[in-house]
C-alpha cells in the first residue's frame, strides 16, 4: 500500500510503500516514553521504499536493553516522531510512527509488543467517557465531574 505522510510543521513529507499487515502496537516502556503516550503504533515499510520529499529528521541514537542501536528520528522543529531504523547497517527498511502518515485510519493494528507493560487501564477505554471535542480549559476547574 502506498502511503505518505509528515511532520506536524510540514518541513519534513516522506513517502512509502507498506504491508498493513504490519501494523503493530508497541506497550515497551521505551516507546510510552518516547510517543508521550500509553503505546505507539508503528508500521514497517516495504525494503527500499522509504523516500524523503522533504526536510532532514533530526536523530536520536537510543540503545536498547539488548544492546541494539537504533535511530529514533523527528521533525527539529515541531518533534513530530517519524521513524525508527538501525543505527548500525541495514536501514532499506525503516519503521513509521503510524501517527505521522496521512492513510493512518486504514493502518489497523495487527498484533500488540511488550503487552507485559502495557497500561492496565487500556482495557477500559471503550467505558470512560467521550466528548466530540475537548471542553473550554479552565485552570479554576482542574478536575471535572459530570
Ligand atoms: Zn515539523
Ligand atoms: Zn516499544
Known sequence: MKIDGGCYCGRIRYEAEVDPASVVICHCADCQTFSGSPFRTVVLTTPDTFRLLAGTPKVFVKTAESGN???????????????????DGDTRVVVLRVGSIRQRAELVPQDQ??????????????????????PVFNPDRTVRHE
Open 69 to 87: 542501536r537504533r535511530q529514533q528520528t523527528f521533525c527539529g522543529e515541531c518533534a513530530t516522531p517519524i521513524y525508527s531504523a538501525p543505527a
Open 113 to 134: 509488543y511488550w503487552f507485559r507493560s502495557a497500561q492496565p487501564w487500556l482495557a477500559s477505554l471503550p467505558t470512560i467517557s467521550k466528548q466530540e471535542k475537548q
